[in-house]
C-alpha cells in the first residue's frame, strides 16, 4: 500500500469529523509561529463553565484556590450519588490533568469540565482537575510543580465538604496532562505525604516524544489533532529554552534519561488509540516501566484517534470507562 493510501482517519460520524476540523483550525490559528499564544484569540473559542454546587447529572462541583500568586487552583468534582444510589462519602480521589498541548484549556473549559463530571458519575469517584500554569509563559518543571504542590495542598489542608479517601489516591491525564502523571508521580515518590497515598496513574494517551521519527508518526502524518508540526510547536513551548525533544520531560527513557529503577511509582495503565501518532512513543513508555521493574498494562484501543475520550457517543469511550473502573477496582481491592 503506498504512503498516501494509508488509513488516517477512523470511521466517525459527520459531526465528530466536523468538530474534530473546528478543533484544529482553532489551534492552528492561535498559537504563533515564534513560539508564543495568542490567549485573546483563543478565549473566543474556549467556552469557559461554572462551578455549580446544584449538581448536574449528579455531580456537584467547587473551584478551589491552592495559590493565588500563580493561579493555581482546582475544580472539584463530587458525585452525589454512588453507583449503587447510596450516598456518596469516603470515594476514592482522582487527580486529574488536563490536555492541551501544555498550552491551552483549563478545567473550566467546557470539554474537560463535562469529562470530568462523566469521571465522578461512572467511576464513582472525587475528581480534582489541577488548573497548572500553560506554557510558553511558564515552562517545564512550572506545570509538573503545580501537579506536587496540589498533591501537598490536598494532604495538608481540611477542604469544607471533601469526602475523598485520601488513602486511595489516583493521578490521570490525557495527552500533555497524561505526560504531567508520570513526572508529578516521580516527584511525589520523593515526599513524605502525612495522609495522602497513590495507589494507580492513569495515563489516557500521554504526550511523549524524542528528536527520532517513529514509524507511526511517519505513517499517520494526517491523522485527527495532532501531528508533528503541531507536536514539535508544542515541545518547543514547553520544554527549557535551548532543549530538543530528547529532554527527558518528553523522552523519559531516551538517551537522556534518568534511571527511575528505585523509584516507588503506584501501578500504572497507560491507553494507546490506533489512530494516534504518538502511539509508538506511548509503547515504548510502558515498555520502559516495565524494563524498569514496574507494574505498568497497556489498553489498545485499534479505532481511538488522539482526544477520542471527548466524545462520549464513540464506542471507544465506553471502552475506556471500562478499563479504568476495571484498574481502579483491582488497585483498592489490594
Known amino acids: 500500500m503506498a504512503q498516501n493510501d494509508v488509513p488516517q482517519w477512523p470511521d466517525l460520524p459527520f459531526t465528530v469529523k ?7 483550525f482553532v489551534f492552528d490559528i492561535t498559537r504563533n509561529r515564534n513560539g508564543t499564544a495568542n490567549r485573546f484569540l483563543m478565549s473566543f473559542f474556549d467556552i ?3 462551578p455549580s454546587k446544584k449538581p448536574k447529572n449528579g455531580v456537584k462541583t467547587t473551584d478551589i484556590t491552592v495559590d493565588k500568586a500563580r493561579n493555581l487552583w482546582f475544580r472539584l468534582y463530587t458525585p452525589t450519588k454512588t453507583g449503587d444510589g447510596t450516598a456518596a462519602s469516603g470515594l476514592p480521589v482522582i487527580f486529574y490533568f488536563h490536555g492541551g498541548g501544555f498550552a491551552f484549556l483549563a478545567p473550566s473549559s467546557l470539554p474537560y469540565d463535562k469529562f470530568c463530571r462523566r469521571l465522578a ?20 518543571p512550572s506545570q509538573y510543580e503545580d501537579g ?6 490536598i494532604d495538608t489542608t481540611k477542604i469544607k465538604g471533601f469526602s475523598g479517601n485520601l488513602k486511595q489516591c489516583f493521578i490521570a491525564g490525557d495527552s500533555a496532562g497524561g505526560n504531567l502523571v508520570h513526572h508529578v508521580a516521580v516527584k511525589a515518590s ?8 497513590l495507589i494507580g496513574n492513569i495515563l489516557i494517551q500521554p504526550f511523549f516524544g524524542g528528536e527520532e521519527r517513529t514509524e507511526s508518526e511517519l505513517r499517520l502524518t494526517r491523522a485527527p489533532l495532532v501531528n508533528m508540526e503541531r507536536a514539535d510547536w508544542m515541545w518547543k513551548a514547553f520544554l527549557p529554552e535551548g532543549s530538543n525533544r530528547d529532554h527527558p520531560a518528553a523522552n523519559v527513557f531516551g538517551p537522556n534519561s534518568v534511571d527511575i529503577s528505585g523509584v516507588k511509582l503506584p501501578a500504572t495503565i497507560i491507553f494507546v488509540g490506533g489512530f494516534d501518532p504518538l502511539q509508538d512513543w506511548q509503547k515504548r513508555y510502558y515498555k520502559g516501566l516495565k524494563k524498569s521493574g514496574k507494574e505498568a498494562s497497556l489498553v489498545e484501543l485499534a479505532n481511538a484517534f488522539h482526544s477520542f475520550y471527548n466524545y462520549p457517543q464513540l464506542p471507544e469511550f465506553s471502552s475506556l470507562m471500562k478499563e479504568m473502573k476495571n484498574f481502579m477496582q483491582k488497585q483498592l481491592d489490594k
Not at 520523593?190 to 497515598?197: G, Q, R, V
Open 18 to 24: 466536523l468538530s474534530i476540523l473546528a478543533f484544529s
Open 48 to 50: 469557559r463553565t461554572c
Open 121 to 140: 458519575s461512572e467511576l464513582s469517584a472525587i475528581i480534582i482537575s489541577v488548573n497548572y500554569r500553560l506554557a510558553p509563559e511558564h515552562r517545564c
Open 148 to 153: 506536587l504542590d496540589t498533591l501537598k495542598f
Open 190 to 197: 520523593e515526599h513524605e505525604f502525612s495522609n495522602l497515598k
